[in-house]
């Protein structure tokens, strides 16, 4: 029998981008045991919510929980007010609501694939990746005004709305950046130091995401079907806008590559149909209404389903919040797909999996 080895990764490691701690039992070089500690940040955001904020003020409280999908969480906790209000918002608001959506998945997709490409050893793809990146960001700061935390979705509708010189300014930088959004797809899909060596890597089967609960990408890539926005036609009308789902077969580290690459393309398709689409509606709905009931909601995230649960008692403070980050549903399989592995891949299935501890604990 091989002598075995317990190897800590974290809290503090140069292949984390998040407070966590992994513990691998190893067999020489083969994984054949991981414990995860994920338990590093709490900041009391639900708790504040309930007491500290009145419920108009908590889409921007929310929008500090996670930096890179600050809008996917200001938008479904409006999106769980308005349950509570019984409103409906303009449609040009919900599409307004989409794009910003859409160009944060496209900004989250790339800096994850900028730290696999890092974790992998290819610092200059980790390079030109994150400079190819700076264009989603520089469109989120000219529609929202901020370039992370944009307090864009509101409860009602939106805060701003998109000046023409804008979306024709997005346009053109979508058509700017396609020919490099093709240059790093073939890289990704065919370069030996980045991505051919990590077929087969950190592998989960369609079988063991079904029963660890696994979402998004990460789900996607192992052949399992999941997209909130194929489901929740209701909220958002993400087929309106061409939707499409995303899928891979293979489960591993290329897998999660490919599937993000490819939702790039599908994000793009959806901006361009939304800013020729865009109706002509007012962009917040007035109510003087207080939350009362009980809601839910689920959004489709960057990294996966993000849930919110609401209670209103009509008054001007919720009685209770609760949050599931797509991150939480994925720490199981995050442990799982270590198994059999050597540990010199540990850093590029971390990177892979796109982990934020900061939404996970609130």
């Not at 989960?204 to 192992?222: K, Y």
């Not at 020729?276 to 917040?284: R, S, Y």
Request: glycine share 6%; charged share 25%.
């Amino acid at each position: 029998m091989a002598q075995q080895y317990e190897i800590p990764v974290g809290a503090q490691h140069i292949s984390l981008l998040e407070p966590l701690h992994f513990k691998f039992t190893t067999e020489n070089e083969k994984i054949v045991h991981t414990d995860a500690n994920v338990y590093y940040v709490h900041r009391g955001i639900e708790k504040a919510c309930c007491t500290k904020f009145k419920f108009r003020q908590v889409s921007f409280v929310v929008g500090r929980v996670c930096g890179l999908c600050s809008i996917s969480h200001t938008t479904a906790y409006s999106q769980v007010a308005e349950k509570l209000l019984k409103i409906e918002i303009p449609k040009r608001a919900k599409y307004l609501r989409m794009l910003v959506i859409e160009l944060d998945r496209i900004h989250s997709h790339l800096l994850c694939l900028s730290h696999v490409a890092e974790n992998s050893g290819f610092e200059a793809l980790f390079m030109k990746t994150m400079q190819y990146r700076e264009f989603s960001m520089e469109l989120l700061e000219a529609i929202c005004g901020n370039r992370i935390q944009y307090d864009f979705s509101i409860v009602g509708g939106v805060a701003r709305d998109l000046k023409p010189e804008v979306a024709n300014q997005v346009l053109r930088r979508l058509d700017h950046f396609m020919p490099q959004l093709e240059e790093l797809a073939d890289i990704f899909r065919n370069n030996w130091t980045l991505s051919l060596k990590n077929k087969g890597v950190g592998a989960i089967s369609r079988e063991t995401a079904l029963r660890l609960n696994v979402v998004g990408p990460f789900a996607r890539a192992a052949g399992l079907a999941v997209d909130v926005r194929n489901e929740t036609e209701d909220l958002l009308p993400w087929k309106e806008a061409g939707f499409e789902m995303v899928t891979e077969t293979s489960g591993d580290v290329y897998a999660r590559n490919m599937v993000r690459i490819r939702e790039l393309y599908v994000s793009i398709s959806i901006i361009r149909n939304i800013i020729n689409g865009l109706p002509e509606t007012p962009i917040v709905t007035e109510t003087k209404a207080f939350p009362d009931g009980e809601a839910v909601v689920r959004l489709e995230a960057p990294r996966g389903e993000l849930f919110y649960y609401a209670k209103g008692n009509k008054t001007q403070v919720l009685e209770r919040l609760k949050i599931k980050a797509p991150t939480f549903s994925n720490v199981a399989a995050m442990v799982e797909a270590f198994r059999g592995n050597e540990y010199g891949s540990a850093p590029a299935i971390i990177a892979s999996y796109d982990p934020c501890l900061s939404c996970t604990a609130r």
